[in-house]
């Protein structure tokens, strides 16, 4: 290496290296200050109020299975069988809830639906409601412990039931029609009230929710 | 004088540093080697401590799906079918957060290597994720959840049809006739029939690359409800290709009680890394890493389901092996291609930090040697092989037994599946899990 070569290099490194190091530090900075930006988002948690609408995933949530339920309470409290069952008996019908079968393309607590629609029907004071097949053996268990253990005078017997006049039964279906990242999500929530004397039924509601999702294509 | 000791000071400390980085990296394992003890832990047949070993070595966030895939594999072969599917669950979750292209995982792969991304599941895992969680349901007595899975199936089938229309595997036969059996158990007959159809044109499809033909079972399942359905021109087509002339009447069928037996046996195949390491001319060393999949020995090679009168072979109806090969077969080109310009990114980074200082350089060539591995992971947990044993008996109680056996047909373990009491006309499905010749099955059974 020549002399003049060695005092150029030696003049490279005493000044600082205007060109190349500026470049690299630059890119280190750009990926930290990404890297922080990213870290910013951290967990958080917030009430929201119960009607607030926050659909997150598009998959079925509480506030479909809230409104489905009002609303087909609603629509079955307004039709005929109601009117027709009072007319002919002077009183209330009692209802008994059925099974809703999940027959849709995703995991649905069907216990939490057919609570709204429990809690609907009885706070509409217009028909009465009895125990689910369940809860009916749990009481049964109580009455005969009530049998050995409780006082005569408060002792509850047994064959005093209120039988159910109708049953509430239904299902969830879905159709999902997807292109790309682009999802139509369909739900058709179909309930029928049967007669238990003589299996007509008397009534048959829908309702349909349809919901467009498109996912992201790009994250950080 | 000051000058020099301070380049002297600064060549140090880039010096250490790089061999700091170095040994550090160094000590970065791959998915498969953090893997190992797991495996042998199964292999060992035991599931509970294969699931302690995995919680010890956590991976980092891009691994949180596939440790949960592993997680669910094990918790099943654990015989605890309800933490199994939450996991199964996260993991599914996990794929819809990373599915998206990340910026900053493809900026990462140009200059770290294929393990910058996520693991966001292969186009295979995310068929079976389902599928076994219908497994654990119908294991765990609920029918319609184990139909939920498989509907999810059938999107997950839609969209696999669509992202890989030019691979291999577009199509998921064992899923499909899975589905359809799942439809037959719960009454749905014409819903059975559909997937039966597209169960037999995905064998069809693909018995040449993956060498699993149409099985027997399934042939007689579509000539069976073609009878029931009165299609008669769509019977004499099937009849004619599969060359059968006695199937099951729909009116006996009806009367009969049918078992469903499936066998997942071995381990999925393992991925490693093979890399090559090269010196330019100006002294900068660039490596190559490529994963592959390490051949494994097949033990078992015929299964036979025995009941106390008759014993009937089980048919292979998923060869996990063989799609992971052809998945990764199809992908090397992709592979390759990020691997060059990856190298050409990491000359571009060494060159800059030789530029501040030649030992910053060194630094770099050691960090991008070390950091540059391929991607190992994989849902190992899986089986290798899935075997499916169809059989209708006479309503009433039967004992069945299992018998797992060698290339020259001898006996390697005999698994008894206990005694079943069948009611006319139901499904009884039964899930075995065989993992090696010392453990046989690993399959926890209730009362037994």
Known sequence: ?220 | MCRALRRARSSGLAFCLAVLLGAALSGCTTYGERMAAVEAAVQDGDPQRALTLLDERPGGSGDRVVDLLNRGALLRMAGKFEASNQALEAAHNAIAEVDPLSVTEQIGSLTVGETAFAYAGAPHDRILLHLIKAFNYLDLGDSEAARVEILRIDLRLQRLADEQSRSAYRRDPFAHYLSGLIFEHLGEPDQALVAYRLAEQAYQEQSERLGIVVPTALQLDLLRLADAFGLDEERAQWQERFALDDWPDPATHRQQAHVVVISGVGLAPRRREQSTAVQDDKGRIHSIALPYYEPRQRAVHSIELRGPEAAISAEPVHDIDAVARILLDEQQAVLVARALARLLVQKELIDQAREVNPAAGLAMNIFTLAADRADTRTWGMLPARYYMARVSLPPGEHCLELVYRGPSNHTLNRTSLGCIELAADTYHFIFDRWVSKRTGSVTRREGM
């Open chain 1, 1 to 220: 290496m020549s002399r003049s070569q060695s005092n150029n290099r030696r003049a490279d490194l005493s000044s600082p290296p205007l060109t190349a190091a500026p470049r690299l530090w630059s890119q280190v900075a750009a990926i930290v200050l990404i890297a922080a930006l990213l870290a910013a988002c951290g967990h958080s948690v917030k009430r929201i109020d119960r009607d607030a609408e926050h659909d997150l995933s598009g998959r079925w949530n509480d506030l479909d299975s809230r409104l489905v339920a009002e609303e087909m309470v609603a629509d079955a409290l307004d039709r005929a069988w109601l009117r027709d069952f009072q007319r002919q008996h002077g009183e209330r019908p009692t209802v008994i809830v059925g099974s809703v079968r999940n027959l849709s393309h995703e995991h649905i607590n069907t216990r939490t639906f057919v609570n709204d629609i429990q809690r609907e029907l009885i706070n509409s004071g217009r028909v009465d409601f009895v125990a689910d097949a369940r809860q009916r053996e749990q009481i049964r268990e109580e009455r005969r412990d009530q049998d050995l253990h409780a006082s005569a005078e408060s002792r509850k017997a047994m064959g005093e039931e209120l039988g159910a006049d109708f049953m509430l039964l239904g299902s969830i279906n879905s159709i999902i029609d997807q292109e790309g990242r682009r999802q139509v999500r369909y739900y058709q929530v179909d309930m029928e009230l049967i007669s238990l004397a003589d299996n007509r039924k008397v009534w048959i509601g829908n309702k349909e929710i349809r919901k467009l999702i498109r996912s992201a294509s790009v994250r950080p």
